[in-house]
Nanobody
Framework: QVQLVESGGGLVQAGGSLRLSCAASGRTFSSIRVGWFRQAPGKEREFVAAISWSGTRTYYADSVKGRFTISRDNAKNTVYLQMNSLKPEDTAVYYC?????????????????WGQGTQVTVSS
């Protein structure tokens, strides 16, 4: 079992920045992939970014490449999502998720553990 708790969401103006954190507890955190997803009202949950267990590989949705950076600190059992140059279309509930899967499918279906989500609102 892995328990995940997100924090760092809030209200920010377009062009601003936020850093989300995902704190994990439970099974060995350093052996699992962690991803960030988001879900806007009326839309499906979508992939944002993921990071390998070692932190050496990162993956991003095209919509956030060059603006968002995912990182992890296994000593602190925490994964971060630095979000810069935020746009109103980034407004959503952001979730972190964990999986022992290490393949090339980054969809929601590969993740076993989910946090409760944190709201990010970007005003224009």
């Amino acid at each position: 079992q892995v328990q995940l708790v997100e924090s760092g969401g809030g209200l920010v103006q377009a062009g601003g920045s936020l850093r989300l954190s995902c704190a994990a507890s439970g099974r060995t955190f350093s052996s699992i992939r962690v991803g960030w997803f988001r879900q806007a009202p009326g839309k499906e949950r979508e992939f944002v970014a993921a990071i390998s267990w070692s932190g050496t590989r990162t993956y991003y949705a095209d919509s956030v490449k060059g603006r968002f950076t995912i990182s992890r600190d296994n000593a602190k059992n925490t994964v971060y999502l630095q979000m810069n140059s935020l746009k109103p279309e980034d407004t959503a509930v952001y979730y972190c998720a964990a999986t022992s899967y290490s393949g090339t499918d980054y969809s929601v279906y590969q993740y076993d553990y989910w946090g409760q989500g944190t709201q990010v609102t970007v005003s224009s």
